[in-house]
């Protein structure tokens, strides 16, 4: 194929605004480093990713969940699970039991200590 045209590529992808949507992800992946499925013939790699699309090479489905991927903000985590739960509550009875401060406290409180240090040492220097 010589030139590609949006012709060529509408007819796999009807939608234009999902078809550079998915060429450009196509792009991007050819970027960092994807194997290419057609000869490169010295195009530069969005121009390849329209090739690609136009002779059907590629899968939508997996170049759509991909590009989701690449756009998603928000990764949506796992709630802890109840063993993790049930250790962390044990760590935290067993530091209460010997009067052990949680780490945020004791941050906290050198935090305060720093500061009024700092304070002290601003005196002596006047």
Do not use: W, Y
């Amino acid at each position: 194929m010589a030139r590609v045209t949006v012709e060529d590529c509408v007819t796999k992808i009807p939608n234009r605004f999902q078809l550079v949507m998915l060429a450009s992800q196509r792009a991007r992946n050819i970027s960092a480093g994807a194997a290419l499925k057609v000869e490169r013939d010295n195009d530069k790699n969005p121009v390849v990713a329209l090739r690609e699309i136009a002779e059907d090479m590629l899968d939508h489905d997996e170049l759509q969940e991909s590009l989701i991927k690449g756009l998603q903000k928000f990764v949506e985590m796992d709630d802890p699970e109840e063993d993790d739960v049930d250790l962390i509550a044990i760590q935290q009875d067993l530091d209460a039991n010997e009067g052990v401060t949680p780490l945020a406290a004791r941050k906290d409180a050198d935090e305060l200590d720093d500061d009024n240090g700092d304070d002290q040492d601003d005196d002596k220097e006047e």
